[in-house]
Every structure is written in structure tokens, then in C-alpha cells.
């Protein structure tokens, strides 16, 4: 298993500023994930993280919007930049893992962030 | 574009009943379905998953049914408990190393004690 821990776990925020939620994992893993879960809603993929390297952002989102830093293997920064009310959701961190012996897929997801924008 | 369709947004079951909640797909690179567990203020943690060439599989009460002809799959949960209360997502990694995970839509289901 992994366990994912967040910070801040919530927040409320005044429009155009940003905020920087941090995502902590107990081992070293090579796929991180940012999602944004809307009240209510599904989850959508931000990026993917992936350590020496850039991240990749999904269709709708920037980097300008969006930066993310991934410095090593179990840490990984969000940066919702110039928010307006819109960015008001839960932001999700997440990492993969593969158990082989089991032929079994894993994501598992941090706590959230709540983000309000007023 | 919603890639993976799930149903019904909400589901009311009563205890000792089966709740069943339906997804369907298109895109044929999906090449394994886990279903997702969510409870209010907690990220989404994984229930059970399935591979395509698997037609069922089951794991204490949960049960997934897979047809890959009519590229469906089905979460069966039997002897519903209102502790199963919670919301509900299908989902679908995209085959290659990537493993990018599309979730449905999410049913939530309550369980009346």
C-alpha cells in the first residue's frame, strides 16, 4: 500500500492569489497524479508527475495555471495560480503502484485539498 | 468526451439487498477496470478490479461482471450494509506504460438500514 499524506487539507482563498498544496508519500515512487474532484463529481486527471522530468498536463489545463514541482520520488507540489472562484474543487494527489505477483493495478489517492475561492 | 459512461447517478438500496451499478465503454486501448470505493471527505480507494479477459470476478460481496463484447462491466454488491453507503467510480487505465486511469461518472449509493 501507500499512504499519502496532503497539505493544506483545506483552504479558503481571495481571488488571484495562489496557493501551493503538497503531497507526501511514505515510499519512493516513480508515477505521481494531480486530480481535481468538483462537489459532487468525478475525478479528472491535471498531470502526471513524474520525477526528472516535466510534467504532462491534460487537455484544459496549463502550466501556467497548474505548475507543479516534482523534486524526488516521494514528494510532489500543486500550484493553483491566480484563482478565481471556478478553482473552487478538491485537489487530489495520487500514485501508482503494481503488485505483479497479484497481476494487480493500484492508484491510491491522498486525502484531498479542499480549495475555496471566494 | 466521457470515455467511460457509468449508471444511475444514485442508487437506494435496502439493507441485505444487491445494489448494481452499470459502466460501458468505447475506446478498446482500456486494458484494466477498477472500481473505486469513496467516502465523504476521503480520497477514492480502490474496491476490486478485472481484466479484459476475465469475465467475473468475485471478492467477498463484491463482484465485478465483465463482457467485453459489448464492452460493459458491472459492479454487484451483495447483502448491501449501510456501511457501503458511499459514492461509487468505474474507471479504465489506457493500455501503455503511461497507465492513465478515466473515471465514470460516480453512482452514489445509500443503503436504508
Known amino acids: 500500500s501507500a499512504v499519502i499524506s496532503q497539505k493544506p487539507s483545506r483552504d479558503i482563498c481571495q481571488r488571484g492569489t495562489s496557493l501551493t498544496i503538497q503531497c507526501q508519500v511514505d515510499?519512493?515512487?516513480?508515477?505521481m497524479f494531480w486530480y481535481r474532484q468538483q462537489p459532487g463529481q468525478s475525478l479528472t486527471l491535471i498531470a502526471t508527475?513524474?520525477?526528472?522530468?516535466?510534467?504532462?498536463?491534460e487537455s484544459g489545463f496549463v502550466i501556467d495555471k497548474f505548475p507543479i514541482s516534482r523534486p524526488n520520488l516521494t514528494f510532489s507540489t500543486l500550484t493553483v495560480s491566480n484563482m478565481s472562484p471556478e478553482d473552487s474543487s478538491i485537489y487530489l494527489c495520487?500514485?501508482?503502484?503494481?503488485?505483479?505477483?497479484?497481476?494487480?493495478?493500484?492508484?491510491?489517492f491522498g486525502p484531498g485539498t479542499r480549495l475555496l475561492v471566494l | 468526451q466521457q470515455q467511460v459512461k457509468q449508471s444511475p447517478q444514485s442508487l437506494i438500496v435496502q439493507k441485505g439487498g444487491i445494489s448494481i451499478i452499470n459502466c460501458a465503454y468505447e475506446n478498446t486501448a482500456f486494458d484494466y477496470f477498477p472500481w473505486y470505493q469513496q467516502f465523504p471527505g476521503k480520497g477514492p480507494a480502490l474496491l476490486i478490479a478485472?481484466?479484459?479477459?476475465?469475465s467475473e470476478k468475485k471478492e467477498g460481496r463484491f463482484t465485478i461482471s465483465f463482457n467485453k463484447s459489448a464492452k460493459q462491466f458491472s459492479l454487484h454488491i451483495m447483502d448491501s450494509q449501510p456501511g457501503d453507503s458511499a459514492t461509487y467510480f468505474c474507471a479504465a487505465y489506457t493500455t501503455g506504460s503511461a497507465r492513465q486511469l478515466t473515471f465514470g461518472s460516480g453512482t452514489q449509493l445509500t443503503v436504508l438500514p
Open positions: 495520487s500514485v501508482y503502484r503494481i503488485r505483479l505477483a497479484e497481476n494487480q493495478e493500484t492508484q491510491y
Open positions: 508527475a513524474n520525477q526528472g522530468s516535466e510534467a504532462t498536463y
Open positions: 515510499s519512493q515512487v516513480t508515477m
Open positions: 478485472i481484466r479484459p479477459d476475465v
